[in-house]
């Protein structure tokens, strides 16, 4: 019987990927490197990890944190705190240049865009899960299709943060949720 994955060794892993990834950027982060910043033996990162890639993508999300889908009663309430959550994470040029080099690399090697669409879908989990409780509530147009609903609203924010660089402001933010919430209402 295999004897189980130590937590403490994938904990260390984990921090020495995010230090390279901070220090030295994505390409940089191999396991060989993880290895030797950690102190793990390579062989426990790969009982962990099949490759560097599942190793990347796995401390990304950490480094994201958990964005909790948040159920205060209202739509735009839920959405402003999912997007102030999504905000403080992009403030940081790290963070921004981690996720256009993630899409890069998405778009440059199949293997990678599969990890990375299906790491997408678990970032997603908390404004789709928000959007969910808004139809119960009747804030969402129930014949609205949620995947698109969900690109919708993430596009404002995305296009005004990382593709145009523009500081995402509190008055952005409002005016966004506003428009959002008007476009998805029940008709």
């Not at 793990?40 to 990347?56: C, G, M, P, Q, S």
């Not at 480094?63 to 999504?86: H, K, N, Q």
């Amino acid at each position: 019987m295999p004897r189980p994955l130590s937590q403490a060794a994938r904990a260390k892993m984990l921090a020495a990927a995010q230090h390279v990834i901070v220090e030295c950027g994505l390409d940089a982060c191999t396991v060989d490197e993880v290895a030797r910043e950690s102190g793990v033996a390579k062989t426990t990162i790969y009982r962990h990890f099949k490759n560097a890639d599942e190793l990347v993508l796995a401390t990304i999300d950490q480094m994201i944190g958990d964005i909790v889908a948040p159920d205060t009663g209202s739509l735009r309430s839920d959405l402003r705190a999912v997007v102030y959550g999504f905000r403080q994470i992009l403030e940081h040029q790290t963070a921004r240049k981690t996720w256009l080099t993630l899409l890069g690399r998405a778009l440059a090697d199949d293997e990678f865009e599969c990890l990375y669409i299906r790491a997408q879908e678990l970032r997603h989990m908390p404004l789709r899960r928000v959007l969910q409780r808004g139809m119960a509530r009747g804030e969402v147009d129930p014949e609205i299709d949620l995947d698109q609903a969900m690109y919708f609203t993430q596009g404002p924010f995305v296009a005004k943060r990382l593709v145009e660089f523009d500081p995402l402001t509190d008055d952005d933010i409002e005016v966004f949720i506003d428009l959002v919430c008007r476009a998805l209402a029940p008709r």
